[in-house]
């Protein structure tokens, strides 16, 4: 009973609360007004993801409504704004290419009970050992790819491939066998608008505005050869499982995991950006996963493409003075209005001009202040950024972040072994140096060298672990000449059963070899190491193991007074 209570306990926390309320009564006026201006945001990237995605624009708008109403609802972060995003249709496109629309609705639904276990679970919290390189260099990757995913709409020419940039080659040699500058003048103009409009006023929603004036202009021009979004539906369609199919789980698993993987990290890395940009905001991971499951849960029933938070419409809505959630429950609310009332309108829009948004969204993902930063502090984050970025491009979104986590253990491990230092000290002069380990070792620090030809003392610096381990204590096989070595173990910041292993065989090396081994320093946890895997039995047997470097000296010499022929016999 006490189990199920805690469990109860545990999923009963990520539903929302009376705080929220409170939250929402505080400025209900300004929210709503936020709300309002990120829609006028959201509409023109919502529908150039969906376009992006494969699936349609009706499916980008589905998702900015459905999915932006549950994760504001449900969500962990009071700012956050949702819906679909460009690092989404990096993984979604291939999906469509294979498997077709109700691929991608499977994918959706598959990714939301994914989200909801990992919530469930606890695992929220994860998210933030993720380092920095491999985050930086996978969103510069993604921008790359989306741009890529661009050229063949900014060009009006159609692409084939397998890989996002086999399709964007494809497309351009197309449009140079047949040239025509009305779609890329459309695309360009477009983002150019939006990045210098970015930068002049701010707060102005250039986007919407931009294609506005692309639509009005193509209209104006019925000789202007683009394409348009077509027809669209009024209104939300009804719910639909047809799309679920058994037989298809196993395969569609791995797009799955890649999109609950993106979804969590996104919204994760989205909610943190929201938490800096203000005071006394501060979010909760794992309600933000479950927020973020619900919404790509209920998305597919209604055609729409699985969903994350978005950094650029979370970003408007802070700038717009947003302090609870009824801001983006009130973008949502709006871009459903619109579904409703000017479908009709919204399908004259050129697809150009919503390459040419998306085209300046991707460079304004790219921050190269901190990837220049990145690639200048160490050759390791360099490297992972670097491995990251390409390999992004080039494979994939999962494939990446996986060779980047584990570029970066690797090289993270190899800068701790470097760290890891095994070294001579030379026995104090004063016989009366302090008790305490700490002041022995202040002792030998601070006096001049005086060796003992049968005694040697070594001292271990840093991490005694598999990566280190055999490096360092090799070292003690090289001892010559000597009956007593001492092993100050004191500065030993961590062990595992590689390192007591190799110990272990140090030891017994130099006892094969008739050295008597003497131990000091040992800290209780590592010594709950070393008696786990019988290291050194013996010696503590033997009362060879000493709490400081000062008894165990003392322990040698007198060792070797004893050792030592006594003259009156002869």
Known sequence: METFCRGWGRVAGLFPGPGDLVAVRRAPGRDLLAGLTVAVVALPLALAFGVASGVGAQAGLVTAVIAGALAAVFGGSDLQVSGPTGAMTVVLVPVVQRHGTDGVLMVGLLAGLLLVAVAVLRLGRAAKYLPLPVIEGFTAGIAVVIALQQVPAALGAAGEGEKVWQVAAHATVRFLEHPDADAPAMALGVAALLLIGARWRPGVPFSLLAVAAATLLAEALPTLDVARIGALPNGLPAPSLAFLDASMLVVLLPSALAVAALAGLESLLCASVADGMTTGQRHDPDRELFGQGLANLATPLFGGVPATAAIARTAVNV????????????????????????????????????????????????????????????????????????????????????????????????????????????????????????????????????????????????????????????????????????????????????????????????????????????????????????????????????????????????????????????
Do not use: W
């Open 319 to 570: 700038r717009a003075g947003a302090s609870s959630r009824l801001a983006a429950l009130t973008h949502a609310v709006v871009l459903a209005v619109i579904v409703f009332s000017a479908a009709g309108l919204v399908s004259h829009i050129p697809l150009p001009a919503l390459a040419g948004v998306l085209l300046a969204t991707c460079v304004r993902m790219v921050q190269v202040s901190t990837l220049t930063a990145l690639a200048r502090s160490t050759r390791a984050d360099a490297a992972v950024l670097t491995v990251t970025f390409v390999v992004t491009v080039a494979v994939d979104l999962v494939t990446a972040v996986v060779i980047g986590i584990g570029l970066a253990v690797v090289l993270a491990l190899r800068q701790v072994t470097r760290s890891a230092r095994l070294e001579p000290v030379p026995l104090p002069t004063d016989e009366t140096e302090p008790e305490t380990e700490t002041g022995a070792e202040a002792a030998a620090e601070h006096t001049r060298p005086h060796p003992h030809p049968r005694i040697a003392v070594f001292r271990l610096d840093g991490p005694l672990f598999f990566p280190a381990a055999h490096r360092l204590l090799t070292r003690l096989s090289e001892v010559q000449g000597v009956q007593v070595v001492v092993l100050r173990m004191s500065r030993v910041t961590a062990i595992d059963a590689t390192g007591a292993g190799v110990l272990g065989e140090a030891i017994t090396d130099l006892e094969v070899r008739g050295v008597t081994v003497l131990l000091s320093g040992v800290k209780p946890d590592h010594d709950h190491v070393l008696d786990a895997l019988r290291i050194a039995e013996h010696l503590r047997r033997d009362h060879l193991v000493f709490p400081d470097t000062r008894g165990a000296i003392g322990h040698a010499r007198e060792l070797l007074r004893a050792d030592r022929p006594d003259p009156a016999a002869h």
